[in-house]
């Protein structure tokens, strides 16, 4: 069997040894102590790698046509392809039903349903001129940073500004985030993105 590291090395032709679903050992065989009461299966011609994490992920799928445009949450079935997949891990990257998610994910990690690990992304926060009705649309700076304060405290882990907030607004909730540890990603238009590049180059600074 051979095992991709995931570091760019030359695949490694090995034993590995792989405890409670995770690899814990990989060498070559004169090395690579087996645990007692080990099931040892020969996997010769086959391939294995760490687990995917998915950095841009969604629940929901965008309903066919009409105006104006929904987006209708999907929690029962999109997370199942993904461990069949190998990716092990997501991040939802802009939830139109974070409820959904948060619950989805408690689920999950309960053992009640198949899925990944998720790691939840907050609503978009988007300012006036949202495509989806589903979208809160920002008011001003104190609602954005009252949007984040109250979706840190339901459980999310980060936050995705989208392509209508306002520079005011953006700082306000990147304050917010960054106060609890919180990164803030962003989707911009091309149009607009040369105008914002200082700013959407700040999303990532948690300082």
Not at 13 to 19: E, F, L, N, S
Not at 61 to 83: C, D, I, K
């Amino acid at each position: 069997m051979r095992i991709i590291e995931g570091t760019g090395a030359v695949p490694r032709a090995d034993q590995t040894v792989i405890t409670n679903g995770k690899i814990s050992a990989f060498d070559d065989a004169a090395s690579t102590k087996i645990p007692e009461g080990a099931k040892v299966l020969d996997l010769g011609g086959r391939t294995i790698i760490p687990g995917l994490v998915g950095m841009h992920d969604h629940m929901y799928y965008p309903s066919p046509g009409g105006a104006p445009p929904l987006y209708p949450e999907h929690a029962a079935s999109f997370p199942r392809p993904y461990s069949p997949g190998g990716v092990t891990s997501i991040r939802t990257t802009g939830s139109m039903e974070p409820y959904a998610d948060l619950q989805l994910k408690r689920d999950i990690d309960d053992g009640k349903m198949a899925g990944p690990r998720i790691h939840v992304t907050g609503p978009h926060l988007e300012g006036p001129g949202a495509f989806a009705l589903q979208m809160h649309q920002l008011k001003d700076t104190e609602n954005a940073r009252r949007t984040v304060a109250f979706w840190i405290e339901q459980g999310v882990t980060s936050f995705k500004a989208y392509m209508n907030i306002t520079p005011d607004e953006l700082s306000a909730a990147m304050q917010a985030a960054h106060a609890h540890g919180i990164q803030v990603t962003g989707t911009f238009v091309p149009s607009v993105f040369a105008k914002r590049q200082t700013w959407a180059l700040m999303i990532w600074n948690t300082a």
